[in-house]
């Protein structure tokens, strides 16, 4: 059977119009070959000195690295039987509750007990334990919490402890050698090493309506690591280890951590009050095609995030923001996506001047506007309800014909009161038969009572009934 396959394929190449210029015909010339540029010495020169050992660099590593111990207490009601009632007369529901047992990691970031983990290691316990690299265990409590970014800080009451020093993740470039120290699977803390595999990962899912903007490594990270130190070569702390996308539940070499210069931003805003603001610019948008930019006329090398929608009497409709405009640069960062503008933005505190460098009609703009407080909540039409104006790129997706426009539902909470009439990816045409666009025309019309909806989904326009509650 090999020798049968090989035959094959050493008749296909000899078949080929390439093989031979006679096939072609006299006149006929090769293809011109490719000049390619070919460096042929070795990786390495003899001359720089040869690594043997991280050890000296991870030792001191590993001593601000801590395991975190969460419990849970779970109540679950039981409804008697059926039956029984039937023959026993009222039965009452019996309540019965389990402790569910978590375990994390976290990084020590000052000597005085303070540590960062993730959000997702220490949400809703009822017990927070630290256990040190020196085998001391502390009772922790929560100081803040900020799923958005899935960042958690939380305190035990120690002096002097060991702590990581803070680089600048900025400056973290693809193939950068990196360390990730945590307590995977309960072994004991464990130390992998790989490389930065990407920078910026967004749109991944982990973090529903947050703020992605991941280092990917292939250094190996499971279950347990959640919160852990991914360090640099020089032992300093470049991200907290926060997800891994796996087909075993193991680590396949995906692995993210969410960029130390984010995590120690929402770190400070815990640790002063609590919780984290975030800046508001009051804009939805997309990002520009790679296609599109030179239709736009945007500078060479620009992507930039197209506004596709303006909120009224938001800080962009004050600075003068319009539909159309393409943002390009945030006070002198370089805008590639909107993903990366929305985070640019929920990093700057509200009441902050920021500089955005727009094109306008392929006419170059600088245009400064002042932050406002997000709303947590900037896209709920009704509660529990998520709406977004339709994109190109929604309607290429969910094959929707260009007759149709409207508001386009992104989520729905599976505890909100409309969960049973609206579901992600309905289109929302016509609220009470008036057309709706934006946000602030729908919020208008849905006042407290009933209401008649019509929504495009797969293939047809549907009529739904909602009865919006009184506040």
Do not use: C
């Not at 020196?134 to 958690?152: N, S």
């Not at 506004?307 to 938001?314: A, E, G, K």
Request: hydrophobic share 40%.
């Amino acid at each position: 059977m090999k020798s049968k396959l090989f035959s094959v394929f050493i008749a296909f190449l000899v078949a080929s119009p390439l093989a031979s210029p006679a096939l072609l015909g006299k006149d006929a010339a090769l293809p011109k070959k490719p000049a390619l540029r070919v460096d042929a010495s070795p990786v390495s020169d003899a001359k720089s000195p040869l690594v043997t050992s991280y050890a000296d660099i991870v030792e001191p590593v590993q001593k601000a690295v801590v395991s975190v111990y969460s419990k849970k207490i779970v109540r679950e009601r039981i409804s008697a039987n059926p039956m029984m009632r039937q023959f026993f007369g009222n039965i009452p529901d019996q309540e019965r509750e389990h402790k569910e047992e978590g375990l994390g990691s976290g990084v020590i970031i000052s000597p005085d007990g303070y540590i960062l983990t993730n959000n997702h290691v220490v949400e809703g316990a009822d017990e927070l334990k630290v256990g040190l690299a020196d085998d001391r265990e502390f009772v922790a409590k929560v100081i803040g919490t900020d799923p958005k970014t899935d960042v958690a800080v939380i305190k035990i009451e120690a002096g002097n402890l060991p702590t990581l020093t803070l680089a600048d993740s900025d400056k973290l470039r693809v193939g950068d050698v990196v360390f990730a120290v945590g307590n995977p699977l309960g072994v004991g803390q464990t130390v992998t090493m790989g490389i930065v595999s990407a920078k910026g990962r967004n749109q991944l899912g982990l973090l529903e309506g947050g703020y992605e903007s991941f280092i990917q490594t292939d250094a190996a990270i499971n279950l347990g690591n959640s919160g852990g130190a991914l360090v640099d070569a020089k032992g300093r702390l470049v991200g907290i280890n926060s997800a891994i996308i796996s087909t075993s539940r193991g680590s396949i070499g995906l692995g993210f951590a969410i960029p130390i210069n984010l995590a120690s931003s929402v770190l400070q805003s815990l640790i002063a009050t609590g919780k984290v603001t975030r800046g508001f610019l009051g804009v939805n948008a997309q990002t520009v095609p790679a296609e599109d930019t030179d239709s736009l006329h945007l500078p060479k090398g620009a992507r930039g995030a197209m506004i596709t929608d303006v909120s009224p009497n938001s800080p962009a409709a004050v600075a003068g923001l319009e539909r159309g405009d393409v943002v390009i640069a945030f006070d002198g960062r370089p805008v590639n996506s909107w993903e990366e503008l929305r985070l640019f933005i929920a990093g700057t505190g509200p009441g902050t001047k920021a500089k955005l460098s727009i094109s306008r009609e392929g006419k170059p703009l600088t245009v400064e506007v002042t932050l406002a407080t997000v709303d947590e909540k900037p896209d709920e039409l009704i509660p529990g309800v998520d709406v977004t104006p339709l994109t190109d790129e929604a309607r290429a997706r969910l094959r929707i014909p260009a007759r149709f426009n409207g508001l386009l539902v992104r989520a729905v909470d599976q505890d909100s009161y409309y969960a049973d009439v609206l579901m992600p990816d309905f289109l929302l045409v016509q609220i009470d038969r008036e057309y709706v666009t934006d946000l602030a025309s729908a919020k208008a019309v849905l006042t407290p009572g009933r209401h008649l909806l019509y929504v495009y989904y797969r293939g047809a326009l549907r009529v739904a009934r909602i009865e919006v509650k009184g506040s």
